[in-house]
């Protein structure tokens, strides 16, 4: 079976600030499926091969007032090109954007519904529950939180979320199965975004040359809001998953990454 692949169109092209990222990434393979983003009216697209546009034609007229969530298989979900808060920017004059702080984009693993956290209202709403898994947060959504209740300073503070978070320097595919309850209390972190040289992080960044570089065969073990384990590796926050950016203003932030969770309860994580 193929891993199943999440892939967005944006609305319309906007041209991030952000500096250069270099990363080479595998190809993914996509699959065969549409999906519509829950709350931010993003829409994905995934294309098909030949005459398979004529069934989805079909397909999407039968179910286009139905919000879809992602068919995964045994295997992991690829998102591409997530669409973060594209209309925040970090400084003036960037044309499309407004300088103000990015708005905090949710994201749940079970059924791929995304919504931004915009309002006071919206955190009073959407924030204390467990429909959502992690959320993208801080400077262009590049900081990733889990859902828990009872650490202070992250979004689903106060909340029933019991998600949980370690760092594993391994490959991906080589993270098989998820440590004892007590790594999670001993080695757990809130959150990762700019690894400084503490190792908690997932990409480096260089004030000298403003260029950010996702750590290599570096994965992160999750429990989910609801207590079920995860791997998680992200991949990207530049439009297109480009191996190499050569443009300053590459758009920013499209988010992709890559995700398994086990819904059997179990620590299984193989996923080859």
Request: contains cysteine; aromatic residues 12%.
């Amino acid at each position: 079976m193929k891993p199943s692949v999440i892939e967005f169109t944006a609305h319309e092209e906007q041209r991030g600030s952000i500096q250069p990222l270099k990363r080479q990434i595998e190809r993914i393979k996509p699959g065969v499926k549409e999906y519509k983003a829950f709350g931010n009216e993003q829409r994905g697209s995934i294309k098909f091969p030949g005459i398979l546009w004529v069934l989805l034609i079909f397909f999407t007229a039968c179910s286009k007032d139905k919000d879809a969530a992602p068919t995964t298989d045994t295997f992991s979900t690829t998102v591409k090109d997530l669409e973060g808060d594209t209309g925040a920017s970090m400084g003036d004059g960037v044309d499309g954007r407004e300088k103000r702080p990015f708005h905090s984009l949710l994201y749940q693993f079970s059924t791929g519904r995304t919504r931004f956290i915009k309002t006071k209202d919206d955190s009073l709403q959407y924030l204390k529950n467990t429909d959502w898994d992690i959320a993208f947060t801080r400077e262009y959504n590049s900081y990733v939180v889990i859902n828990n209740g009872t650490i202070a300073g992250t979004p689903g503070f106060g909340g029933p979320g019991t998600g949980r978070m370690i760092i594993m320097e391994k490959p991906y595919d080589q993270v098989n199965e998820a440590p004892a309850d007590e790594s999670f209390t001993t080695n757990g972190v809130p959150g990762v975004g700019w690894d400084n040289g503490n190792g908690y992080g997932w990409y480096f960044y260089s004030l000298n040359n403003h260029i950010c570089v996702p750590v290599k065969n570096r994965t992160f073990i999750l429990k989910t809001a609801t207590g079920k384990f995860a791997k998680l590796a992200l991949l990207n926050i530049y439009k297109g998953n480009p191996p190499v950016v050569t443009d300053l203003f590459w758009p920013a932030p499209y988010l992709s990454f890559k995700f398994f969770v086990q819904e059997d309860g179990s620590r299984n994580l193989k996923t080859n």
